[in-house]
Nanobody
């Protein structure tokens, strides 16, 4: 299983970024996909999750209304559209999948929100 994130970078407060995660090694369309983030000195927390069938989504309260998770099963890709970014969104963002009950992580992509 491989999860490869991209799209991170430096953005000013109020700006937007779109993260992508390309998955391989399992039947992507059959499993929920999640984005987590970990800020310096803090625990890794769930940001958003999208189910496999029907695309039901869940969000952390801190990002509701600003972030949108989506998936393209034809491209084995999950996205995280991040709008109205705040300095407190600064973190390494990780893609997560749990096929066959085993937890897999990508290497992460750094998002820095600063003026």
């Amino acid at each position: 299983v491989q999860l490869v994130e991209s799209g991170g970078g430096l953005v000013q407060p109020g700006g937007s970024l779109r993260l992508s995660c390309v998955a391989s090694g399992f039947t992507f369309s059959s499993y929920a996909m999640s984005w987590y983030r970990q800020a310096p000195g803090k625990e890794r927390d769930l940001v958003a999750r999208i189910r496999s069938a029907g695309g039901t989504t869940n969000y952390a309260d801190s990002v509701k209304g600003r972030f949108t998770i989506s998936r393209d099963n034809a491209k084995n890709t999950v996205y995280l559209q991040m709008n109205s970014l705040k300095p407190e969104d600064t973190a390494v963002y990780y893609c997560n999948a749990v096929p066959w009950g085993m937890i897999y992580w990508g290497k992460g992509t750094l998002v820095t929100v600063s003026s």
